[in-house]
């Protein structure tokens, strides 16, 4: 079946520093990509959509100049995270649209905690 | 895109029993999605019924949806303790839309 890859699973970085999350399609070419983020035990809060060969397309209230997306090819989208800050320790998810079949394909997911 | 609503928000049963949840939505759809998610995890799609469908099973799963009540239900029969999670619904009107998800039901089976 389709499968999104996502990396890293679980980063620590310091206050101030950015870190780039991938998400990749492995058997699919996902045109589309989108990018949520989940604060605990609360639901998925969708933060972007990426198109390939675009700009992406944020959600209110979510800044683009700091939520930096790249979606450069039809099985690549990046997220970074620039001048991280405490607030932003987050689990961050993306999800593609499985062409041609039912539903979407989520990774698994990355744990971010900002110190 | 809209935002389907879980309820109950939590249910809490023994292995072997039967566990529904219900998910209510506002506008017509396409199509209705289901989805777990393990602790931790990313989400899993489980079963996708269509608007001019009534029921559909995946093993254990059984979907039904009633568009003229705007609703979906998902009952796990037999439920296992690796049916702990929480599920989300997503009604959808198609394509490529984005999804956006509720609060979930947080399932708990009891060993």
């Known amino acids: 079946g389709a499968v999104v890859s996502q990396h890293p699973s679980r980063v620590i970085c310091k206050s101030g520093t950015s870190v780039k999350i991938e998400c990749r399609s492995l058997?699919?070419?996902?045109?589309?990509m989108f990018w949520y983020r989940q604060f605990p035990k609360q639901s998925l809060m969708l933060m972007a959509t990426?198109?390939?060969?675009?700009?992406?397309?944020?959600e209110q209230g979510v800044e683009k100049d700091k939520f930096l997306i790249n979606h450069a090819s039809l099985t690549l989208s990046t997220l970074t995270v620039t001048s991280a800050h405490p607030e932003d320790s987050s689990f961050y998810i993306c999800?593609?649209?499985?062409?041609?079949?039912?539903?979407?394909?989520f990774g698994s997911g990355t744990r971010l905690t900002v110190v | 895109s809209q935002q389907g609503e879980e309820d109950p928000q939590a249910l809490s049963i023994q292995e072997g029993e039967n566990a529904t949840m219900n998910c209510s939505y506002k506008?017509?759809?396409?199509?209705l999605q289901w989805y777990r998610q393990n602790s931790g995890r990313g989400l899993v799609h489980l079963i996708l019924?269509?608007?001019?469908?009534r029921e559909k099973h995946s093993g254990r799963l059984r979907v039904t949806l009633d568009t003229s009540k705007k609703s979906s239900s998902l009952l796990i029969t037999a439920s296992r303790a690796a049916d702990t999670a929480s599920y989300f619904c997503?009604?959808?009107?198609?394509?490529?839309?984005?999804?956006?998800f509720g609060k979930g039901t947080k399932l708990t089976v009891n060993p």
């Open positions: 999800s593609a649209p499985t062409q041609g079949l039912d539903g979407y394909t």
């Open positions: 058997d699919f070419q996902a045109t589309t």
């Open positions: 990426s198109n390939e060969g675009s700009k992406a397309t944020y």
């Open positions: 506008t017509s759809i396409n199509n």
């Open positions: 019924i269509r608007s001019n469908e």
């Open positions: 997503s009604p959808a009107q198609g394509g490529s839309e984005k999804l956006v």
